[in-house]
């Protein structure tokens, strides 16, 4: 005979119990595959399709079918420049069908995203503002975190976005497309605008276009940018009998580029570094548009081992405009190096002021030389859709123009990356730059050496430092991948220095200033300086810390 199986009688409670540990376990699985998903939006490309779309003062809707437009993004791409190339690319196909209208502009555009044919959803705020979003990424798991795509979309990495424009913005009163062949597959009616007043225009009813079926409240988007023409010739300052320019000392074709703006501000008080972005793209690069690399050409500066320079105007100052010569980097290496290098400059321009003070303490006339700092920017030009950028890569180091004409003198070295060189006695310039040297190996306990000093000097003579160059010891636990081409490292600072200590015994700034006997007292918790009046112990104290921030204290007589 058979047995029968054995089983267990289990209490309706103990059901119950099992059941819910099972539905809370699923859905603790639940939640952490969605946020695998939601991460995994942010890896991967993402296809992004756009219309134009048309909104009458009546509130009636219409869709161009002919500007429908797709392109697949990379999830890191920036937010803006994805929608600017659709806008670009949709309003080609719309003024080669429809010409003699006003030009659509980025600031008359409402992004809505596209649901149905009768439902979309205004996203507008996702642009500007506290909500707004940076990459294209972001936005998809946005949209998914919203339920905007289905899921259908979001296995396919898509969405579909109308781009609404005013009728009475862009139409001319002339054309009527409302009963054009072909051109209204998707026409439809929104629900009225819950103003009182008619939809008159984009800019006066404030963003206010609202989806079908219940979407969020509208919200001002004031602070998207207005980009205009990405290649505007610009006609030349006022000029001479000669031709010449009376107000620039070169005067070349320009385009005009919109760039978003940053700069870093040296902290004297702690030596630390800050770095400002703010623009929006709404700063204006005016930039040489003939860029071959001929001497005889006024929109080329020159080019070094590693770097090209062009001319260009920015906020009606003149600039020297330089990028890495090696047109295949990539972007994210480009801007690691332009803001490795002003960084630099601006950290030696606050080691400038460190070692004047030092020098005014000590009552010491230190010849005049300053490091171009001032007025010194990074720039990120936002390419408008439909173009082609001339320059190799978006990112470019903009620094003041130094004097040019019959009387420029060629630059002139004080230092080099791996040698310190010995000045003539009667050489004071060079001498108190190659004292600033050894000042900034002493002012940083020991933890770097400012390289490669070179200038030219301005329109009043004083000598103006650029691109300088510097070596660094490895702090602990870090790679030492983390250096940039011109960092050579701790043994390049013992070599420089090791070269230099016998030039510093004739160096008349080094020994005014007393170099040799300095003393570097880390900042506390508090900020304040450490110091101490035992030599003794203010040696001991003076022992380079892992706080980058030095103060100066005193010298050990």
């Known amino acids: 005979m058979g047995h029968k199986p054995r089983t267990t009688p289990i209490s309706g409670s103990s059901v119950n119990t099992n059941l819910e540990a099972a539905n809370k376990a699923n859905q603790v699985k639940a939640e952490r595959r969605h946020k695998h998903e939601l991460t995994d939006t942010i890896a991967t490309n993402i296809k992004i399709s756009a219309a134009l779309w048309q909104l009458d003062e009546g509130g009636k809707s219409k869709e161009f079918v002919i500007t429908r437009v797709g392109e697949l993004f990379q999830a890191k791409e920036v937010l803006l420049t994805a929608f600017l190339k659709l806008l670009g690319r949709a309003k080609a196909h719309f003024n080669q069908k429809y010409p003699g209208n006003q030009d659509i502009k980025w600031d008359m555009i409402t992004v809505a995203f596209h649901k149905s044919a009768s439902a979309y959803e205004n996203i ?41 424009f005013s009728k009475s913005d862009v139409i001319r009163e002339a054309y009527d497309y409302d009963d054009d062949e072909g051109e209204s597959a998707y026409l439809e009616r929104s629900r009225p605008l819950k103003s009182k007043s008619k939809l008159a225009s984009k800019r006066k009813r404030n963003d206010s276009v609202a989806s079908a079926p ?35 000392s070169r005067d070349p074709e320009l385009y005009t580029y919109h760039f978003v703006k940053s700069t870093l501000t040296y902290n004297l008080l702690t030596c630390q570094k800050t770095l400002d972005t703010f623009g929006e793209g709404t700063l204006r690069l005016e930039l040489s548009a003939d860029l071959r690399c001929e001497a005889k050409n006024e929109g080329y500066l020159g080019r070094g081992s590693s770097k090209i320079a062009f001319y260009g105007r920015i906020e009606g100052q003149e600039y020297a405009i330089t990028q890495p010569l090696d047109p295949h980097l990539d972007e994210y290496e480009v801007q690691k190096i332009l803001q490795a290098e002003a960084e630099l400059l601006c950290e030696c321009d606050g080691f400038k002021w460190h070692f004047d003070d030092h020098a005014k303490n000590e009552d010491v006339t230190l010849p005049p030389f300053y490091f171009n700092q001032k007025g010194a920017m990074m720039g990120t030009i936002i390419q408008v859709p439909g173009s082609v950028l001339p320059l190799a ?37 060079t001498q108190a730059i190659q004292a600033f040297a050894h000042f900034s190996h002493e002012f940083s306990c020991g933890k770097l050496i400012f390289c490669d000093l070179q200038g030219i000097p301005d329109s009043d003579g004083v000598m103006c430092l650029i691109d300088p160059q510097v070596h660094t010891k490895t702090p602990p636990g870090r790679q030492q991948s983390h250096r940039m081409y ?30 040799r006997e300095l003393i570097i007292a880390p900042y506390d918790e508090e900020g304040a300086a450490s110091t101490s009046a035992n030599p003794g112990t203010a040696a001991e104290e003076a022992k380079p810390k892992t706080d980058s921030r030095f103060h100066l204290s005193h010298i050990v007589t």
């Open 393 to 429: 890569h978006t990112h470019f180091l903009a620094t003041p123009l130094l004097p040019e004409g019959e009387h420029l003198s060629k630059i002139r070295k004080f230092t080099g990356n791996d040698i310190f060189g010995v000045p003539d006695v009667a050489d004071y310039l």
């Open 486 to 515: 011109w960092d050579q490292g701790e043994k390049h600072i013992d070599r420089l220095m090791k070269e230099h200590a016998s030039a510093c015994k004739s160096n008349k700034f080094c020994n005014a200033l007393r170099l």
């Open 214 to 248: 219940a979407s969020r409240p509208s919200r001002p988007r004031s602070s998207i940018p207005t980009l205009r023409s990405g290649y505007m010739t610009l006609t030349s300052a006022t000029t001479g009998s000669s031709g010449r320019s009376k107000k620039w």
């Open 124 to 164: 507008s705020h996702l642009f500007s503002g506290k909500e707004k979003l940076r990459t294209v990424g972001e936005l998809f798991a946005e949209c998914i975190k919203q339920r905007h795509v289905k899921p259908a979309q979001a296995n396919n990495r898509e969405m579909h976005f109308r781009l609404i």
